[in-house]
Antibody
Framework: EVQLVESGGGLVQPGGSLRLSCAASGFIVSSNSMSWVRQAPGTGLEWVSV???????YYSDSVKGRFTISRDTSKNTLYLQLNSLRVEDTAVYFC????????????WGQGTLVTVSS | QSALTQPASVSGSPGQSITISCTGTSSDVGGYNYVSWYQHHPGKVPKLIIY???NRPSGLSNRFSGSKSGNTASLTISGLQAEDEATYYC???????????FGTGTTVTVL
């Protein structure tokens, strides 16, 4: 059974850092495309970043240069390093899987809340 | 890149059909057959209901169908049921090789 479990969210001050984790089971993270998607309070879904099976990474303009996506094959885990956090980064962050060659998200984690506030 | 445009809300009575539109540009919706749709109940995980414009995941009700014409994709829910009340998001790949340009979201209300 495919499962994605996020962790690492919490309260952080503006300018601070946080690392989110997404532990996967039932499939191999490095053989798939993995994305982070966020939802700020009262707003819609926003794609944040993707790491393809080949290792290429892409970011939305709103987080480019501040966030870094990575994966650990030995732990079958996806990460998102959040630096220089802003109030507007406050959101529930979901990890999501896309099978190779596809651009849809077939499995999602339950999400982890990141709150940026002083 | 700006979010894809969806109507803020759509409503219908039980048993009726409703259609949600998703408008983009030739650089996303119009340029690729990679439009997907998600159903999102508050506090729950988004659920894939349509992928690659018109395909349904295995086991999903055939009351959900998708289509595309030009730069606009559409999701139709037929035989509307109370459990269909949720927010629906479209998503498209883009010319920048990124997978998930989402729509603004449409709240469906069953009257």
């Amino acid at each position: 059974e495919v499962q994605l479990v996020e962790s690492g969210g919490g309260l952080v001050q503006p300018g601070g850092s946080l690392r989110l984790s997404c532990a996967a089971s039932g499939f191999i993270v490095s053989s798939n495309s993995m994305s982070w998607v966020r939802q700020a309070p009262g707003t819609g879904l926003e794609w944040v970043s993707v790491i393809y099976s080949g290792g290429s990474t892409y970011y939305s303009d709103s987080v480019k240069g501040r966030f870094t996506i990575s994966r650990d094959t030995s732990k079958n885990t996806l990460y998102l390093q959040l630096n220089s956090l802003r109030v507007e980064d406050t959101a529930v962050y979901f990890c999501a899987r896309s099978v190779p060659g596809s651009y849809y998200f077939d499995y999602w984690g339950q999400g982890t809340l990141v709150t940026v506030s002083s | 890149q700006s979010a894809l445009t969806q109507p803020a809300s759509v409503s219908g009575s039980p048993g009726q059909s409703i259609t949600i539109s998703c408008t983009g540009t030739s650089s996303d919706v119009g340029g690729y057959n990679y439009v997907s749709w998600y159903q999102h109940h508050p506090g729950k995980v988004p659920k894939l209901i349509i992928y690659d414009v018109s395909n349904r995941p295995s086991g999903l009700s055939n009351r959900f169908s998708g289509s595309k014409s030009g730069n606009t994709a559409s999701l139709t829910i037929s035989g509307l049921q109370a459990e269909d009340e949720a927010t629906y998001y479209c998503s498209s790949s883009t010319s920048t090789n990124t997978p998930g340009l989402f729509g603004t979201g449409t709240t469906v209300t069953v009257l």
